[in-house]
């Protein structure tokens, strides 16, 4: 292997978290290999934060900036990173597993007559080569995906597959790419952000979340769980089933078919664990579980488990959360 890449993502000056995520997994893969790991930050204006990036352990990091970049297009980021890989020539590319990098890194890894090995959760090295593992069939099994041949192979890194306090510091040189783009290759006009998505929760940047299941019985019960999450300055999510009923908001849905999450603590009320919730939180540092039903496989994830109804031990955390902040 040449080299690791790690196309970090930011928006508007600010780093996604998800990115620093990859970055550990760039980091760790390439230690096993015996080979060195970059990084590089594409946009406009973002030498500030290429400077942040270069206090990390990192062979070199690159910046792509160009007026065009500015707003993201997928014409624009794919010709940028296109030409940053050609530049730099290594044999992996990871992107962190957004809706941008969805978006334009499949027709980035075409250019190179490659495939996007995307939702990346766990990486290893057998027999000298790079395997990637990733879930199928909304987590009920895992694919190992060994790459062979020449690069590069390009990968996206599940959100929560690694942490991003993990990432080694150091010192990094910075080497500035120029890129030629002209107005006539970007066939699409960006246009502002859906009005709505001021209001968006962004589950994925939370710390602290407390989640409710189905064991709530009543959307009327959903105040219980919203005193909790207000005792702990904690972030609400849910189940599907609950956000299928209206009881919350579809945004503030963790799981397969909702954010995946990756906070410090993770407090499931009345959940009972079905793979689709898993697959959107297990990837939290300390879960913790409440449910009265002991065979429940929320508990075969959970670093602590309380066995027992919710409407009697949530009212009692509370009361004792309140007792600890006087």
């Known amino acids: 292997m040449s080299g690791v890449l790690v196309v970090m993502e930011q928006r508007g000056g600010v780093w996604n978290r998800m990115s620093f995520e990859t970055l550990t997994a760039g980091q760790e893969i390439a230690a096993a290999v015996g080979t060195g790991c970059s990084a590089a930050v594409v946009g406009s204006g973002v030498h500030s934060l290429a400077q942040e990036l270069s206090s990390h352990k990192l062979d070199k990091v690159y910046t792509v900036d160009h007026a065009l970049l500015g707003d993201y297009t997928p014409d624009g980021f794919a010709a940028a990173v296109e030409a940053l890989v050609r530049a730099a020539g290594p044999d992996l590319v990871l992107f962190p597993h957004t809706y941008q990098v969805r978006d334009f890194a499949p027709k980035v890894a075409t250019r190179f007559d490659r495939v996007l090995v995307s939702d990346v959760i766990h990486c290893r090295i057998e027999n000298g080569h790079t395997v990637l593992v990733r879930l199928l069939f909304q987590g009920k099994l ?155 496989p929320i508990f075969e994830v959970a670093d602590i488990g309380v066995i027992g109804d919710l409407f009697e031990v949530v009212p009692a955390l509370i009361e004792e959360i309140k007792k600890a902040k006087q």
């Open 142 to 296: 895992n694919a190992d995906i060994t790459l062979s041949g020449t690069g590069p192979h390009f990968a996206s890194v599940q959100a929560g597959a690694y942490r991003a306090e993990k990432v080694e510091p150091g010192t990094a040189p910075l080497e500035a790419l120029t890129l030629v783009l002209d107005p006539s290759q970007i066939r699409g006009k960006p246009q502002p952000p859906f009005r709505e998505s001021a209001r968006a929760v962004d589950l994925t940047a939370a710390e602290l979340i407390v989640s409710v299941g189905r064991g709530i019985k009543e959307k009327e019960n959903i105040a219980l769980v919203e005193d909790l999450a207000r005792a702990l300055g904690a972030d609400l999510a849910a189940s599907r089933p609950i956000c299928d009923n209206g009881w919350l908001p579809m945004e503030r849905q963790v799981g397969s078919s909702g954010q995946t999450v990756a906070p410090k603590l993770y407090l499931a009320v009345g959940i009972s664990g079905a793979i689709q919730h898993l697959v959107g939180m297990k990837g939290a540092k300390t879960i913790v579980a409440i449910n009265k039903d002991p065979n429940a």
